[in-house]
DNA sequence: ATTTGATCATGT
DNA sequence: ACATGATCAAAT
């Protein structure tokens, strides 16, 4: 049990001193152990981020670092430091839709701050092997905040007008939504074009690989 | 049921 | 080859 860091110092501090490490190692210090893939426990990687960090928030729907207001994401690359996968934000409201502002939004409050730790995947390597790189901060620049803000009016524009069957992850430059559930089946309350209830499927809020790789090269820059 | 952590695997 | 659509497990 890894107390929680008492500044965003204290996080950078821990993240310099695990990166170089494998994931095998980090599991091995915490006394548990890692899968053989990932087929099943996708998120194993991040949730021990999470412990080896201290983060605390858990399955809750808060940033990790919720005194700090961190989010911590893991962004799995390859060795030309390249994203594997687009990163998810956050679920899409589908009710209730039609008053909420920007900066109002989950997408706007997690991603007010992001601590990314890339994590380089090489091919046909198990969860164990993969090899924790460097974090970093990032808060969106003016242009980000820009580009998620007229993003996610975008989709949330064709949610309010009950365009759900017609949204699909082509929509948005940088963020874009996707299906988001236990399977295809999955159903959830949401608004139809005629402004009536209907169920459907969940959708989340996703970060486009070729963003965050932007992302990534800028600090590796700084660095 | 929902949100978290994401990656899998199929279609184009 | 790549992104989109589909899926998996744990926590609450």
């Not at 969860?127 to 007229?150: D, N, T, Y």
Request: one cysteine or more; charged letters at 20%.
């Amino acid at each position: 049990m890894v107390t929680a860091p008492s500044s965003i110092d204290e996080l950078m501090q821990r993240c310099y001193r695990i990166a170089g490490f494998t994931a095998g190692e980090l599991a091995q210090q915490l006394g548990v152990s890692l899968p053989e893939h990932l087929q099943r426990e996708k998120g194993i990687i991040g949730q021990l981020l999470e412990q080896v960090l201290g983060a605390e928030s858990g399955s809750k729907a808060e940033p990790d670092f919720p005194h700090l207001g961190v989010e911590l994401k893991t962004l799995p690359i390859n060795a030309n430091a390249t994203p594997l996968e687009s990163t998810y934000v956050c679920v899409a409201p589908l009710t209730n839709v039609e008053l909420l502002r920007f900066e109002d939004s989950w997408v706007c409050r997690k991603l007010a701050q992001v601590l990314w730790i890339p994590v380089l995947v090489e091919p046909n390597s198990t969860p164990a092997e993969r090899v924790i790189g460097q974090g970093f901060l990032w808060r969106p620049s003016p242009v980000e905040f820009a580009q998620l803000k007229q993003d996610w009016e975008e989709l949330m524009e064709r949610i309010v007008l009950g365009g759900l069957d017609d949204i699909r992850g082509t929509h948005g430059e940088i963020l874009q939504l996707r299906p988001k559930a236990a399977n295809s089946r999955a159903r959830t309350a949401a608004v139809g074009a005629d402004g009536a209830p209907i169920q459907h499927l969940p959708r989340g809020f996703y970060l486009k690989a070729s963003f965050t790789k932007q992302l990534l090269a800028r600090a590796q820059q700084l660095a």
